[in-house]
């Protein structure tokens, strides 16, 4: 398998390296340069493999390829103990990703490009505390849910845990408040097996 990444650290693509490291399933990476004009994302063979250019995107020993993080989570999940066997528990699991996609990681994410790697002196101040805002809404949901638990569904790590982990973790660094729940799962989740850290950044 290969899986077409970013050359600076994006938590879509990490996500994707969580589940394939804690798998141990073999496969190389391509770093693309997402920050070149064009990006490398909008090059013609790359969008072959992703008409939306967007990384990540995982290439499979038949050629097949398979693009959106919380798509190829769910793919490479099937039969392990990373997708649950209840049908409730599958159906809770794909509502965490999905609200991760669409409530977490379009203020967390997002911030997070515009402070390191350009963009922020072009936003407005009322832009910016929405942003700021909505993502800490999110991530107080989610000191919430797991103030009683440990895990996002069932007692074990499963791949929606994978997608919320990857732009939480390193939330608080760009002025998000991370509770002690929070915490301690973030914790919980490093302590897996296989897990692996976010790539350093080339341009810091």
């Not at 770093?31 to 493999?49: C, G, H, N, V, Y």
């Not at 638990?149 to 069932?154: D, G, N």
């Not at 914790?187 to 850290?197: I, L, N, T």
Request: aromatic share 12%.
């Amino acid at each position: 398998m290969r899986l077409y990444d970013s050359r600076v650290p994006s938590g879509n693509g990490y996500k994707v390296h969580l589940i394939l490291r804690r798998l141990g399933l073999p496969y190389e990476t391509v770093d693309l340069d997402i920050l070149a004009t064009p990006s490398d994302t909008r090059q013609p063979e790359f969008l072959a493999k992703n008409p939306n250019g967007r990384i990540p995107v995982l290439e499979l020993d038949d050629g097949t390829c398979l693009s959106e993080s919380g798509a190829i989570l769910y793919h490479l999940a099937q039969g392990t103990p990373w997708w649950p066997d209840a049908p409730i528990d599958r159906a809770r699991t794909l509502q965490w990703m999905f609200f991760e996609q669409y409530s977490h990681e379009p203020y967390v994410a997002v911030l997070k490009f515009w402070t390191y790697w350009g963009g922020l002196e072009r936003v407005r101040p009322e832009d910016l505390e929405r942003w700021q805002t909505r993502g800490q809404a999110a991530i107080d949901i989610m000191e919430a849910h797991l103030n009683m638990r440990a895990f996002f569904v069932t007692d074990r790590c499963t791949i929606a845990d994978l997608a919320l982990y990857a732009y939480t973790h390193t939330a608080d660094a760009i002025g998000y408040t991370l509770g002690p729940a929070v915490r301690a799962w973030l914790e919980r989740v490093r302590s897996e097996p296989g897990h692996v850290p976010l790539k350093p950044d080339p341009t810091r």
